[in-house]
């Protein structure tokens, strides 16, 4: 089998993203019914950036998985200064069964991608963050009865359309087959070849994808309404320039009230209650993050197997 990495949504087709998420259902419901990585074997998880649920979920799977996670500081480590990302990759590949890697660039995990011997995965980068995703569509498939019912279903993004998680929500949603729907405000859209992609894709799963400068067009009818923070790590130097325009789009009653009744609300965490959502949608009956959060651990071990499955 070839060896495959998940570097953004779209490396997953609409199968196997589908299989994937079969498996990680699997996962919630008998947490060792697998074990690929018994023997034992190590997975690296190397982290330039902070981490709560990404190393939380990653050791945790990595030893339920029956390996051992080796968590990695970027800040000792200094990935492309210390050391090239070439030679980092080789060192790694000799003695780990996969490697997970949170950075900045997206070209820096494709450089690693390109020359490793054993699986890659992309833990969130400036542009993609697909474990997320493969969480939260973990999630709407548990509460709507299953991923026969992803496709189809309306999922708006309301926040800041040119970060990894909108990027992601365009991918990996349109992959599922439904209707993403991102809510942003001027200055900050999609990147049109992610856009492209997310609708050449739509086009081959009978979703759609829909980017407005309007909250309530975004939240419009929808079935899972999502946000994410305003100011994501390494926006931080932006903080004023994103102090105004994002304050239309939190997510709030009257906002979720333009969704459908029975509609489920999604945060990737951390949460900032009073900017990009009210507490009392977070901390209310329609919010699943914490369902999502616990999905992380699900939906990593599933696609840890499968990538382990065809190394
Ligand atoms: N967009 C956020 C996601 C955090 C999980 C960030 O990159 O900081």
Same mark, same amino acid.
């Given at each position: 089998?070839?060896?495959?990495?998940?570097? @953004?949504?779209?490396?997953?087709?609409?199968?196997? !993203?589908?299989?994937?998420? $079969?498996?990680?259902?699997?996962?919630?419901?008998d947490?060792?019914?697998?074990?690929?990585? @018994?023997?034992?074997?190590?997975?690296?998880?190397?982290?330039?950036?902070?981490?709560?649920?990404? !190393?939380?979920?990653?050791?945790?799977?990595?030893?339920?998985?029956?390996?051992?996670?080796?968590?990695?500081?970027?800040?000792?480590?200094?990935?492309?200064?210390?050391?090239?990302?070439?030679?980092?990759?080789?060192?790694? $590949?000799?003695q780990?069964?996969?490697?997970?890697?949170?950075?900045?660039?997206?070209?820096?995990?494709?450089?690693?991608?390109?020359?490793?011997?054993?699986p890659?995965?992309?833990?969130?980068?400036?542009?993609?963050?697909?474990?997320?995703?493969?969480?939260?569509?973990?999630?709407?498939?548990?509460? @709507?009865?299953?991923?026969?019912?992803?496709?189809?279903?309306?999922?708006? &993004?309301?926040?800041?359309?040119?970060?990894?998680?909108?990027?992601? &929500?365009?991918?990996?949603?349109?992959?599922?087959?439904?209707?993403?729907?991102?809510?942003?405000?001027?200055?900050?859209?999609?990147?049109?070849?992610?856009?492209?992609?997310a609708?050449?894709?739509?086009a081959?799963?009978?979703?759609?994808?829909?980017?407005?400068?309007?909250?309530?067009?975004?939240v419009a009818?929808?079935?899972?309404?999502?946000?994410?923070?305003?100011?994501?790590?390494?926006? $931080?130097? $932006?903080?004023?320039?994103?102090?105004?325009?994002?304050?239309? &789009?939190?997510?709030?009653?009257?906002?979720?009230?333009?969704? #459908?009744?029975?509609?489920?609300?999604?945060?990737?965490?951390?949460? &900032?209650?009073?900017?990009?959502?009210?507490?009392?949608?977070?901390?209310?009956?329609?919010?699943?993050?914490?369902?999502?959060?616990?999905?992380?651990?699900?939906?990593? #071990?599933?696609l840890?197997?499968?990538?382990?499955?065809?190394?």
């Open positions: 089998m070839a060896l495959r990495h998940l570097l @953004r949504d779209d490396d997953l087709t609409p199968t196997e !993203q589908r299989h994937v998420l $079969e498996l990680a259902l699997a996962f919630r419901d947490r060792t019914f697998r074990q690929p990585l @018994r023997g034992p074997q190590g997975v690296a998880v190397l982290f330039d950036k902070p981490t709560l649920r990404t !190393q939380l979920s990653f050791a945790t799977g990595i030893a339920e998985l029956g390996g051992f996670p080796v968590v990695v500081d970027g800040r000792l480590a200094q990935i492309g200064v210390r050391e090239s990302i070439a030679d980092t990759t080789r060192v790694l $590949e000799r780990v069964s996969a490697i997970v890697w949170r950075t900045h660039g997206q070209d820096r995990i494709e450089e690693m991608a390109a020359i490793s011997t054993v890659v995965v992309n833990a969130l980068t400036d542009d993609f963050h697909p474990c997320q995703i493969l969480a939260d569509l973990l999630t709407i498939a548990q509460h @709507r009865g299953g991923t026969a019912a992803l496709a189809g279903q309306t999922l708006a &993004y309301v926040g800041d359309g040119a970060n990894n998680m909108s990027h992601s &929500y365009l991918l990996g949603g349109a992959t599922a087959g439904m209707h993403v729907r991102i809510g942003t405000p001027e200055g900050f859209p999609p990147a049109p070849a992610v856009l492209a992609d609708r050449r894709i739509a081959g799963t009978g979703g759609s994808v829909h980017v407005t400068s309007d909250p309530a067009d975004a009818g929808a079935d899972v309404v999502a946000t994410d923070t305003w100011i994501s790590m390494g926006d $931080e130097d $932006e903080a004023d320039r994103r102090a105004l325009p994002f304050v239309p &789009y939190q997510v709030d009653d009257e906002l979720l009230a333009h969704a #459908k009744d029975d509609a489920i609300v999604l945060h990737c965490l951390p949460a &900032y209650r009073g900017k990009e959502i009210s507490a009392d949608v977070i901390d209310g009956p329609r919010s699943a993050v914490w369902d999502e959060a616990e999905n992380r651990l699900h939906a990593q #071990k599933a840890l197997t499968w990538l382990l499955e065809h190394a």
